[in-house]
């Protein structure tokens, strides 16, 4: 690990978790063999082999992600859950009643779901709008044990400034956590930042290819590790050994997707900027986007989310969405393939109609996540379409 570090995010990527195992008995795989066991043999009653006991607590497939999440995020410590909402509950279940989190008001949809479960057991939770970081400070209360951040958010695609934002709650003790989703830690690195935790839905660009459900969390702080670990055992959102392969899998390529997918949403977004039937674009790397500056700061690029407002409505936003050939119409991100999606009707649906509004969830709103195809192919497929309205 120590001469790992040294090397470039790429090679990383592709390396740390899986060093083949050349040592007596080793077969030298060069990649993680998927290792199905749920339980592991001992020869003595207080010797567990090689640490491993039973899958739940420790399994060598997930444990080379763990250490490939770890390297990604330049943590010392990696945990895989077995989707995105399984890592956020495992951390959730840290706090006791009475306790309170603090996080910027557009939240992915299932984590403001889960917040409201969370409820029930008596912690508390109240958002701010994350554009000026001082309000931030005025959340602060004396039980305040978390502040949770999602940049770039869903779907508006608005920043919060992590390094200001953390800095202000380590002052008062109280730890960050990003939610890393949408950036992917190729373009953004939180724990540099200054956040504390962070976390993913590994289903979106760690995966990569819409085919595996998973979470993710990187620290480098002992103390949460220890107490994340003991939870994830305890609590048990662990993912199973082909899963963990399939991230693994993922990963290793995750670099070159990402270089792909932010230069094709750029493509997109400039085109729909400069279009006639759209009413605005949002797009962090856009010189209309109010962060330009702080998303210039704290992110390498610009992300492979691109949402724009149809003029027209509900309507148009329809006869757009079912006019689309390449792009599927479906819920999720940051697989390959390009998606575009009805945030009001499809992702967002759960929120009330109110909230919705004050987020500027509009029924014109369409969320794209821009895949990796050739950019011709996505620019032309997106041009029919708009044609239709
Ligand atoms: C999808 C998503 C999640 C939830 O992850 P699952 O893997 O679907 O459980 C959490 N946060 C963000 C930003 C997401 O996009």
């Known amino acids: 690990m120590g001469k790992a570090k040294r090397w470039g995010f790429a090679t990383r990527a592709i390396h740390d978790g899986e060093e083949p195992n050349l040592r007596d008995g080793g077969y030298g795989d060069v990649v993680s063999p998927i290792h199905l066991a749920s339980t592991f043999a001992r020869r003595l009653v207080d010797e567990p082999t090689s640490g491993l006991e039973y899958s739940r607590s420790g399994n060598p497939t997930r444990h080379a992600l763990e250490r490939r999440i770890a390297s990604l995020e330049g943590a010392e410590h990696g945990l895989a859950f077995s989707s995105g909402l399984g890592a956020e509950t495992t951390v959730l279940l840290s706090l006791k009643q009475g306790d309170h989190v603090v996080s910027n008001d557009d939240l992915y949809g299932g984590t403001h779901r889960l ?41 508006m695609l608005k920043l919060c400034d992590i390094g200001a934002i953390s800095k202000l709650a380590r002052a008062k003790e109280i730890p960050t956590l990003v939610d890393n989703t949408f950036a992917s830690p ?18 979106k660009y760690l995966g990569g290819h819409s085919d595996v459900i998973g979470g993710a969390i990187a620290t480098s702080d002992e103390s949460w590790y220890q107490r994340l670990k003991f939870l994830q055992n305890a609590a048990g959102a662990v993912p199973g050994p082909f899963d963990c392969f399939m991230v693994l899998r ?24 400069g279009h006639p039937k759209v009413e605005r674009v949002y797009y962090p790397g856009l010189e209309s986007h109010p962060q330009l500056e702080l998303a210039r700061q704290q992110m390498v690029d610009y992300g492979g989310l691109v949402s724009c407002e149809l003029r027209g409505g509900l309507e148009a936003s329809r006869k757009f969405l079912e006019g689309l ?41 369409i969320r794209l996540s821009v895949g990796i195809e050739d950019q011709e192919d996505i620019l032309s497929d997106l041009e029919q379409a708009l044609s239709r309205v």
């Open 325 to 365: 050939k390449l792009f599927a119409l479906a819920e999720s991100l940051g697989g390959v393939e390009s998606l575009a999606e009805h945030p009001a009707l499809m992702t967002h649906a759960s929120l009330p109609q109110e909230q919705r509004e004050a987020l500027g969830i509009s029924d014109g709103l």
């Open 115 to 155: 917040f409201r479960v969370f409820e029930n057991f008596g912690i508390e939770f109240s958002s701010v709008d994350a554009s000026d970081p001082r309000r931030f400070e005025e959340a602060l209360t004396d039980s305040t044990r978390l502040v949770w951040l999602e940049s770039p958010t869903n779907p």
């Open 250 to 273: 993922g990963t290793k390529t995750l670099q070159v997707r990402m270089e792909r997918h932010c230069s094709n949403a750029m493509a997109v977004a400039n085109m729909l900027e």
């Open 186 to 203: 190729v373009l953004q690195q939180p724990l540099a930042l200054g956040a504390t935790l962070v976390l993913h839905s590994s289903t």
